[in-house]
């Protein structure tokens, strides 16, 4: 798993409305908090997207662009905001190219959970993992975001 200080790899994914995203494309915008989830509609995947949605209002305070990530296809991405009311990014990752791009591993036979918090930049700032604790992964992004502030280096 890529560590605090690793630059963040570059990714270019479809999201749920059939458009793509590139990451660079918040250089000197915005910073990220993108998250890695294992599938759409399973208990704890859907406790985290909806505990991002509860605080979406705070990462915005904070300048942060949520993006949720997993290899669910756009179509099913699609149905999973909807059907959740998910005001953010959710992007398809079929090959799980973006996944080991961020040096994530299965763990018998599972993928790993994990949220990384990116500045303007494309600097990794924190990198959280929980396998079932999702609100881990809201309430560290947030610290991280409120404790860094991002100050150059």
């Known amino acids: 798993m890529l ?14 409305k059939g458009r ?6 918040l250089r000197g915008k915005s910073c ?5 989830y ?3 509609e399973t208990p704890v995947c859907t406790a985290e997207a909806c505990g991002f949605r509860d605080r ?3 990462f915005e305070a904070l300048g942060a662009v949520v993006i949720g990530i997993s290899r669910d296809s756009a179509t099913s ?3 999973f905001a909807e059907r959740h009311r998910l005001p953010f990014l959710l992007l398809s990752d079929p090959q799980e190219e973006a996944f080991r791009a961020f040096g994530l591993r299965h763990v018998l036979g599972f993928r790993q959970r994990a949220t990384f918090v990116v500045d303007d930049r494309g600097i990794i700032r924190a990198s959280i993992t929980s396998w079932l604790d999702a609100d881990k992964h809201v309430r560290n992004a947030l ?3 409120r404790d860094q502030r ?3 280096s």
């Open 3 to 16: 560590n605090p200080g690793s630059q963040a790899p570059e990714l270019l994914l479809e999201d749920q």
């Open 20 to 25: 793509m995203f590139r990451l660079s494309s």
């Open 32 to 36: 990220a908090v993108v998250y890695f």
């Open 38 to 40: 294992p599938k759409d």
């Open 56 to 58: 979406f209002a705070d």
């Open 77 to 79: 991405h699609r149905a």
């Open 143 to 145: 610290k991280s975001l």
């Open 150 to 152: 991002f100050t150059r």
